[in-house]
């Protein structure tokens, strides 16, 4: 009876409770994992409301000191490129293009531009928004706005906004670009679709009614104003903050990822596993 | 049945027969399955650790067969169109198929769903991955030599069907990225000449995207016909293994004419069956821990809609990278366009891939003029060419899977598409034309060092009375000569226990022929 028990050492309960813990730790995580997302509802935006602001407010009246201390602005940072009067120079002429066009290219922090070479990045803006509205307001005060450019800053109203519409206007209209989850890919030629993973709900509307750069412009006669809050709510809701149930996101890049997880981790944890259990020569 | 540390002495002896042995004893008096037990029990197993490379796709396909029982239970396959009202918000009241909906159910509504889904697909990855690194050690060892040819082309003929379950599984959610794919696939079809459109209409019931036939149809191959097939060549598989015997790598003891591992029972019976809880337990905790294929985030699949970024799984990546780099030739005359950019790369290359798969092992018989048995396997580094041959080969797919990325790559490195695509066009054809001709390399100077690979002896360092300091080469340790393979002599293999000498699990050498 000795000798029986002498034969169960520890060392042979190891594999049985790692397999245990690694099971028991999955199933554990995956539960909590699945628990808090339930808690964590995504938001809907369809409660009916008495009265119905309109889904996107264009602010384009903007104050005279806004405007001087815009100009302060604008000479100090921006008129090295685009001239003194915005007339164009290095950079391109921004007469006409509106406030919306102006205060996305500043909010975004793709001007002032460091490096003209390349498409303008995102990249921490250099100013803040009262700021940006107010270079905003000096160009859109030297000439009068375009045709089909928005003539004021977008302000957009989520509330009532459609987040199933959204889902079907994004996939429609920018997911060709921008890839379904919305963390952005090259396009042709050196030009890419950035992520839309910061962009504040503002921009993302001034972005669908401006078009900067190799995006092409939304105007009102393609996507209604409505159409845009769904848009901006979907990307604000649930492409920047994604519902990812069951586990790590891998970066929302899809198989590329899943493929070396499943290799590196899948198979070669599987195979560090048969090299303990078997022999070495 | 535990019995390390026993000797025989320690057992009573006439041991009273157990309600087991009842059994056994009724069911052989019936079926007389004494003897294919005594067989099976007796299979000796080569303890050696690439020998359970195959076992990890065995144990992957069981998962992916209780896991897949478990989700036939909730999937529905067909396009019908239905309004979701569930509980993923963002999609509430989109029109998608009855596919797309049971399957965002699978994943937020179905208890354990998620986690039962991501373990499946996980589980199909490691399944195909576990077959091509299963395939490695076959090719690099030269397993696959006489007697072992068939069995090499079912193992071909599995790694295929794998990938083909695998597509169509991957297709069977009917969201907007595994649409992409079918798309393609019937792109593939089309591209075929002559019988191209024939063929497409015939699959999928008429022109893309068909009348809602396509997804009924790829589930009733993914769940039955393919598992079917599988399973059945893996039975073939194992029975010519148990047949012909295991290979070994050559040592001391081992001969062409012997097989020296642990029994099938107990020894490797108890290793291979916590092997496969282990494999199941990794596998879970991936279900559980890595997202994949969060459906729900694409949408539901419509024709006319496109998401950029788009890849297969990793086991096709290598089709799409070659469709990806493949220049745009095409051929337009007599009435007819010949896609070769599409044909190529989409149909003669996996077509050329599969038939060089298949006849390896006789084209090698013709190259080397060996046609001899081999049951001892090469060393890889004894074998430099086919050693080179396969590792050119192996970047060869490498590069094409990277290929399959051009976009992500070109994202995130933040250099142009365009050039990524031409760098690729370069690095598929010269990567591996290095990576052969240094693996050549370095085989040759492998077998011409000595010591190499054999296990490094400890070297004790000794301080002098002087205060002098020297190395010297410790004693040899037990199992540095692995003394533990030493081969024990074993009854034959009708014999019961009761008159054999060996009754400890340990190793054994059985005779080849018998
Ligand atoms: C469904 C996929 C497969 C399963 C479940 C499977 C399973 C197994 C198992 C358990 C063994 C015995 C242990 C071992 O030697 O690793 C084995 C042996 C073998 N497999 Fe596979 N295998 C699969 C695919 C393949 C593929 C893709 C090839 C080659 C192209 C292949 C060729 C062989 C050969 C030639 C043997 C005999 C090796 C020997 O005797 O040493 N198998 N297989």
Not at chain 1, 125 to 130: A, D, E, K, L, Y
Not at chain 2, 279 to 286: D, F, N, T, Y
Not at chain 2, 325 to 347: K, R
Not at chain 2, 358 to 383: C, M, S, V, Y
Request: hydrophobic residues 45%.
């Amino acid at each position: 009876m000795r000798n029986l028990r002498r034969t169960i050492r520890v060392r042979h309960l190891v594999p049985v409770g790692l397999v245990l813990a690694v099971a028991v730790g999955g199933l554990l995580v995956s539960l909590s994992a699945g628990a808090s997302t339930r808690a964590r509802t995504v938001p809907s935006g369809s409660q009916a409301l008495a009265a119905t602001p309109p889904p996107i407010r264009y602010v384009g009246n903007f104050t005279s000191s806004q405007v001087r201390e815009g100009q302060l602005l604008f000479e100090a940072n921006c008129s090295s490129c685009h001239g003194d009067r915005a007339q164009g120079a290095v950079g391109p002429n921004l007469q006409g293009l509106g406030p919306a066009t102006v205060d996305f290219w500043v909010s975004t922090g793709r001007m002032p531009l460091a490096d003209a070479s390349v498409q303008a990045t995102q990249k921490p803006p250099r100013f803040n928004g009262q700021q940006a509205t107010a270079i905003a307001a000096f160009v859109a005060s030297l000439a009068p706005t375009g045709q089909g450019f928005p003539s004021g800053i977008p302000h957009v109203d989520t509330r009532n906004a459609s987040l199933a519409m959204g889902n079907r206007l994004f996939v429609l209209n920018c997911a060709a670009c921008h890839t379904i989850t919305g963390a952005g890919d090259a396009l042709a030629a050196g030009a890419y679709a950035p992520s839309l993973h910061v962009a504040t709900p503002t921009q993302v509307a001034e972005a669908i009614r401006t078009g900067p750069g190799n995006m092409p412009v939304f105007g009102s006669g393609t996507l209604s104003d409505a159409q845009v809050a769904d848009i901006v709510a979907y990307v604000t809701g649930p492409i920047q903050h994604p519902n990812n149930r069951g586990g790590l996101g891998l970066g929302g890049i899809g198989p590329v990822a899943e493929g070396f997880v499943a290799l590196l981790i899948g198979v070669g944890g599987i195979m560090l596993i048969a090299f303990w259990l078997g022999e070495r020569a | 049945m535990s019995t390390t540390g026993h000797t025989t002495a320690d057992r009573p002896s006439g041991r009273r027969p157990s309600a087991v042995d009842a059994g056994l004893n009724w069911l052989d008096d019936r079926l007389g399955v004494a003897k294919g037990g005594r067989v099976f029990m007796d299979k000796i197993f080569p303890d050696h650790w690439s020998f359970l490379l195959g076992e990890i796709a065995l144990y992957s396909f069981v998962v992916l067969l209780a896991t897949g029982v478990f989700l036939t239970l909730y999937f529905v396959p067909s396009t019908a169109q239905t309004v979701y009202h569930g509980v993923y918000k963002p999609l509430d009241g989109v029109k998608m198929s009855e596919a797309y909906a049971s399957t965002v159910n699978i994943s937020f509504a179905v208890r354990s769903g998620l986690v039962i889904r991501q373990m499946h697909h996980w589980a199909a990855d490691v399944f195909i991955g576990s077959i091509a690194v299963h395939m490695c050690r076959i090719f690099f060892t030269g397993a696959f030599r006489k007697p072992r040819e068939l069995n090499w082309i079912v193992g071909v003929s599995l790694l295929f069907l794998a990938i083909v379950n695998g597509f169509l599984g991957y297709s069977l959610p009917d969201d907007l990225i595994s649409g992409t794919g079918i798309r393609i696939a019937y792109s593939i079809l089309l591209s075929i000449p002559l019988v191209g459109s024939y063929l497409a209409t015939f699959v999928f019931g008429g022109v893309f995207p068909g009348n809602g036939v396509i997804i009924p149809r790829f589930f009733i191959l993914h769940v039955l016909v393919l598992p079917a097939i599988i399973a059945g060549l893996i039975g073939a598989h194992l029975f010519m293994l148990v047949r012909q015997k295991h290979t070994q790598f050559p040592g001391h003891g081992r001969t062409e004419d012997n097989v020296v591992g642990s029994p099938m029972f107990p020894t490797f019976m108890a290793k291979t069956t916590g092997f496969l809880f282990m494999v199941a337990g990794v596998l879970w905790a991936l279900g559980g821990l890595a997202q994949i294929n969060p459906i729900w985030q694409f949408g539901p699949y419509v024709p006319y809609k496109i998401s950029y970024a788009v890849q297969p799984d990793w086991y096709m990546g290598w089709l799409d990278g070659a469709l990806r780099i493949m220049p745009s030739w095409e051929f337009a005359g007599f009435g007819h366009t010949i896609p070769f950019e599409v044909f190529l790369p989409g149909v003669l290359f996996p077509g050329l891939t599969s038939i060089l798969f298949i006849f390896w092992p006789f084209l090698e018989q013709k190259l080397t003029g060996d046609r001899a048995e081999h049951n001892l396997l090469d060393r890889p580094r004894d074998r430099p060419r086919r050693t080179a041959v396969g590792a050119a080969f192996l970047a060869f797919y490498f590069m094409l899977f990277c290929a399959s990325s051009t976009d992500v790559l070109a994202n995130f490195f933040q250099v142009s598409l365009n050039v990524v695509l031409w760098t690729f066009r370069f690095v598929v054809i010269v990567v591996p034309i290095i990576v052969g001709l240094f693996t050549y390399r370095i085989c040759l100077d492998m077998t011409g060092a000595p010591r190499v690979g054999k296990r490094k002896r400890a070297v004790l360092i000794v301080r002098s009375a002087t205060g002098e300091y020297t190395t010297v080469e410790a004693a040899p340790r037990p199992g540095d000569g692995h003394q533990e393979l030493e081969p024990a002599p074993v009854p034959g293999f009708i014999q019961g226990p009761e008159d054999g000498e060996e009754r400890e699990p340990g190793v054994r050498r059985v005779a080849r022929r018998t």
